[in-house]
C-alpha cells in the first residue's frame, strides 16, 4: 500500500512539470516573438538583378517594431582633419658627411650607428707618409722666408744709399713675397689636417693624423672600417644633428588648399601608438612627379626620442566648414561598405527602403560627415536615421532563406 501511494503522487508531479516547461517555452516564444518578426514576418525579398538596386520592404508593423524613423541629412560645422603621410627629417645644414682632404689608412675608429658625438670628439685617426712632406715642406719654406726677410732689410738699407742696384732689391722683395706666399697655402694645408703650424718643429713631425668631428650630433652611417685606404672623395661617418628635426608631409595638390602656417597636426611614428603634436611652419612651393607639395612640421618634444627616416602617418586639423551629416546609427557596415536605407515608396501601410552606398567623413559629437551619391537629393529624400540595422538584419535574414 506504501508503495502504490507513491507510484500515485509521482505521476501527477511529472504531469505538473511537463507542464510548467511548456507554459515556459510558450512565454519565452512570446517574448523572442517580437524580436523576429521583422525579419521573418514579410514575404521574402525577391533577389536583385546584377546592376539593380538592393530594396527591403516593411509592412507597418515591422515599421513599428524596428523603431525606423526617417530624417535628413543637416549641415553641421565638422572639424574636419586632413590625413596624410609623411617621414621624420633632419635639415640638411644639420646632416654632416665628414670626409679628408688628404687621404689616408685608417689606423683608429671607434664608431657605432646612434652613437652620441660631441663637438671636436676625434672619430678616427689616420696614416700617410704624405703627412710629414707637407710639415718637412713648411718647415724648409719657413726658414727660406726668415732669410729672404733678412735679405729683403739689408737690400731695402742699401738701396737707400744707392750702393746696389734697384734691380736687386727688386728681386728680393719679390722672392720674399713668393714665400711668404707658400708658406700662407701650406698653413692652411696644415690647418685642414688640424695641425698647429705653431708648434710645429723638426722634433715634433708626426706621420699620423686626428680627424674631429665638425659638430655635435649622432652617428647615423659608417661606411668605412679599419685599415682601409680613405680618399679624399670618401665620406668617413654621417653625423646628424637632431636639434631641430622636421616632419616632412606629403600633401597632394587638391588638398594644399587646406594647410595654413601655424595648423596643428598630430602625428605617430612608424607602428607606435603614442601621438605626438607639431605646428605648420613651412608649405613647398614645388609638385613632386606624384602630384604631392611637401609640407614641413615642427615637432613638439625632446628632438632625442626622433629616429630620422621615421614614417609619418598625420591628420592635420582642417578650418571648421558646414558639411553634410547624419546621426551614427543611420550608417551601417557590411562587407567592408558602408550604407544608408532611404524611403522609395509609402503606400497602404507598406514601406520600400533602397540601400544607398556612401562614404563617411569626419565624426564628432554623434554625427557623421556622408557623401550621398549623385542621384540622391538629400535635401528631400526621406532616410532612415534610426533602426538601419534592422533593416539590414532583415535584407540579410531573407538572404540566408532563399
Request: hydrophobic fraction near 40%.
Amino acid at each position: 500500500m506504501f508503495v502504490n501511494h507513491r507510484v500515485r503522487v509521482t505521476r501527477p508531479l511529472s504531469t505538473l512539470l511537463v507542464g510548467m516547461s511548456l507554459f515556459t517555452a510558450c512565454q519565452s516564444a512570446e517574448k523572442s516573438g517580437a524580436a523576429v518578426e521583422l525579419a521573418q514576418a514579410a514575404p521574402k525579398e525577391a533577389e536583385p538583378k546584377p546592376g539593380e538596386p538592393v530594396r527591403v520592404s516593411l509592412t507597418q508593423a515591422q515599421y513599428t517594431v524596428g523603431g525606423i524613423k526617417l530624417g535628413q541629412p543637416t549641415e553641421r560645422m565638422m572639424s574636419t582633419r586632413l590625413k596624410v603621410n609623411g617621414v621624420l627629417d633632419v635639415p640638411a645644414q644639420n646632416q654632416v658627411s665628414v670626409s679628408v682632404p688628404f687621404g689616408g689608412y685608417i689606423r683608429s675608429i671607434d664608431l657605432e650607428p646612434g652613437m652620441r658625438i660631441r663637438k671636436g670628439q676625434t672619430l678616427v685617426v689616420l696614416e700617410n707618409p704624405d703627412y710629414i712632406q707637407l710639415q718637412q715642406d713648411y718647415l724648409d719654406t719657413k726658414a727660406r722666408l726668415e732669410y729672404a726677410d733678412l735679405d729683403f732689410a739689408r737690400q731695402q738699407e742699401l738701396s737707400r744709399d744707392n750702393v746696389n742696384a734697384l734691380k736687386v732689391f727688386q728681386q728680393t722683395r719679390a722672392t720674399r713675397q713668393s714665400l711668404q706666399a707658400q708658406l700662407a697655402g701650406m698653413t692652411q694645408r696644415l690647418a685642414l689636417l688640424h695641425i698647429n703650424p705653431a708648434t710645429l718643429t723638426p722634433a715634433t713631425l708626426t706621420r699620423t693624423v686626428r680627424v674631429p668631428a665638425p659638430v655635435s650630433g649622432f652617428v647615423t652611417d659608417i661606411p668605412v672600417n679599419n685599415g682601409r685606404y680613405l680618399n679624399p672623395a670618401d665620406v668617413l661617418v654621417q653625423i646628424s644633428d637632431l636639434s631641430h628635426p622636421h616632419v616632412r608631409l606629403s600633401v597632394f595638390e587638391k588638398d594644399i588648399s587646406s594647410i595654413r602656417l601655424g595648423q596643428i597636426v598630430q602625428f605617430t611614428l612608424g607602428g607606435n601608438t603614442a601621438m605626438h603634436r607639431g605646428e605648420v611652419f613651412l608649405i613647398g612651393k614645388s609638385i613632386a612627379p606624384d602630384r604631392t607639395i611637401s609640407v614641413l612640421v615642427h615637432p613638439a618634444g625632446s628632438p632625442e626620442q626622433y629616429i630620422p627616416g621615421s614614417y609619418i602617418s598625420a591628420q592635420v586639423d582642417v578650418k571648421n566648414r558646414p558639411l553634410p551629416t547624419l546621426p551614427e546609427a543611420a550608417i551601417v557596415s557590411f562587407g567592408g561598405k558602408n550604407y544608408v536605407y532611404v524611403l522609395e515608396t509609402q503606400a497602404n501601410g507598406a514601406y520600400t527602403f533602397r540601400q544607398v552606398g556612401v562614404t563617411p567623413g569626419v565624426r564628432e559629437k554623434g554625427y557623421v560627415a556622408v557623401s550621398l551619391p549623385a542621384g540622391v537629393d538629400y535635401a528631400k529624400t526621406p532616410i532612415v536615421v534610426q533602426g538601419a540595422y534592422n533593416l539590414l538584419a532583415k535584407l540579410n535574414n531573407s538572404e540566408e532563406d532563399e
